[in-house]
């Protein structure tokens, strides 16, 4: 309990004012626990908080960067990576509350409640917190924001103890802030102090923004640093703190703030090279106008072209200390600008149990080639089988010498005199197609045939079944030495020579006007063939059948003259 007028025995731990923390921050009465993560920069007016706040939507933990030099914030979502750029309020964080109309940062003391206007502090005694002997400090403190006075708690380290962290060790170390309302005994907030770390360089890297600028507000770079054969000093150099050497100079060459810095890399060849790397972002896209009196920075590309334009002229030399009596020249020689020439490759299609329809592709048309004139053709044959049956066809040259075929005679027994008639169907020739040119084909119709067939009748007595057979026989025969006579010629159409002008491809002639040419491979083509074959079955089957019926009535005469022949023994 805070005791007014009560004099202080000890005097209050300095509290630093560049520091990095981890705290975490217990709510009794909502039941509370979170963590943050802060950069406190008072010097430059800098800070940076993580944090992953307690709501009903469970939001994503997010980073924010605080930069009041020109009342910037820069939120990003630390899950999704998206960053939003905006304007410090009174209401933010870190924000002095009796800053009136112009944004001013806390202090170090502020931050911690250690420091205000109607502040008091006393020292109380030691008590054990966290299993520490501590030195406890309490004080009074009027909370502009919330307009009600607060008792304060502070716990530090004996000097018995000692706390190691980051590059330092301490004697004193801020363990615990605990926050009550004035007169009350009930703990509205205790501060836990996981790890704080006083430091005197900035490390800006901690302050990435570069994700909140697109790729047409940054431009990423690379300078050659000739450092010669200096082996012994760069392996004495710490590259943490020449980066932030170089930084720093390149920050105030081209009059912009460290923070647009970003994405720093350096790197050693082994030989006598170093390659620095980083990425300059643009100035931020509004103005806050709670800020006065904010610094001027360049754009972009002014500020690129100023570092560019001195690397260039050689007169960019930084020495980065390695001892107190040695230091390592770094001399630029090459700038370069990082290029993206080439897209990005784009995922691979997820493979289906579909087949991909094909892609059709365009083809050229194919132009028509002229036919070659010829002044040769062949005569169209006919052949006339015995039933006057007449096959007109212009044979072919082949590769191959044709096979000629000689229609099959057909044998007609009938046991009376009949008179048939058989029409001939004429044959159909195949049309002709493009592109090619060919001679046309044309078939003369033939006129219905009349043939009467002379028979005999056939007696039941054996002389009269021989005779019959004898017929058969010579009738086969004449009928076998029919021979194959030429029809009427039959106009064709022969190619005519296309480089007469006005003259048609094609002409008629007469083949019994010229003198047929002999061709070492001719013959028939294959709708011929195949036109006596199909006649050949025909008669084929025809004859068989006949002989079926021959036979059939021979054997019914054998037996009724048999059975004729018993009866007149029966008689005798």
Known sequence: MFCSGKGQASAFPAIPERFTLIKEIVKPGLQHITFEKVWFNWVNKTARIDSKPIDDADTNPKKEV?????????????????????????????????????????????????????????????????????????????DDVKKTNYTAEWYFTTPEWVQATGFVEENTALLQLVVKKANDPMIEEIYNIIQIDEFDAVDWTDYDISGCYPFANRTTFT???????????????????????????????????????????????????????????????MMNPLLFNAPFEHPLHAAFAMIKGTVEEGVLDILVPVSQNEQLLMKATDIYVVQYA?????????????????????????????????????????????????????????????????????????????????SVTP???????????????????????????????????????????????????????????????????????????????????NPTNRTPVQHKDQGYSGGIIGGVAVATLVVGLVAGALLMQLYSKKTKHRQLTSQLLGDEDNQL
Not at 392 to 411: D, K
């Open 342 to 422: 080439v897209e990005p490759t784009p995922p691979p299609i997820p493979v289906t149990d579909e087949p991909t329809p094909p892609v059709p592709t365009p083809t050229p048309p194919t132009p028509l080639t002229p036919p070659t004139p010829t002044n040769t053709s062949t005569p169209t044959t006919k052949l006339t089988a015995s039933t006057n049956m007449t096959i007109s066809s212009t044979p072919t040259t082949m590769r191959a010498p044709a096979t000629r075929s000689t229609a099959s005679t057909q044998m007609t027994t009938m046991s009376t005199v009949a008179t048939s008639t058989v």
């Open 427 to 509: 044959c159909t020739c195949p049309a002709l197609t493009c592109p090619t040119p060919q001679a046309i084909r044309t078939c003369k119709t033939q006129p219905p045939i009349s043939r009467t067939t002379q028979t005999t009748k056939q007696r039941t007595t054996p002389s009269s079944a021989r005779h019959l057979t004898t017929r058969t026989r010579r009738l086969s025969s004449t009928i076998s030495s029919t021979k194959i006579k030429h029809a009427t010629p039959i106009t064709t159409m022969e190619r005519h020579d296309m480089s007469t002008p006005g003259a048609s491809a094609l002409r008629k002639t």
């Open 66 to 142: 605080l930069d009041f030099n020109r009342g910037i914030k820069y939120t990003t979502d630390a899950f999704t990576g998206r960053c939003e750029i905006s304007l410090i309020t009174k209401q933010d964080r870190l924000v002095a509350p009796n800053s009136g109309d112009q944004l001013r940062m806390v202090s170090g003391k502020e931050y911690f409640k250690a420091e205000g206007a109607q502040t008091t502090r006393q020292y109380v005694g030691q008590r054990v917190v966290r299993g520490i002997l501590s030195d406890v400090y309490i004080g009074f403190y009027f």
């Open 223 to 285: 300078i050659n640093f000739y450092v010669s054969e200096q082996k012994k000093a760069i392996a004495a150099i710490s590259y943490d703190h020449a980066m932030r050497k170089v930084q720093l100079e390149l920050a105030t060459l081209a009059q912009v703030p460290p923070i647009r810095l970003t994405n720093l890399m350096l790197d050693y060849n082994g030989i006598d090279t170093i390659y620095f790397i980083a990425t300059l972002l643009d100035r931020p896209p």
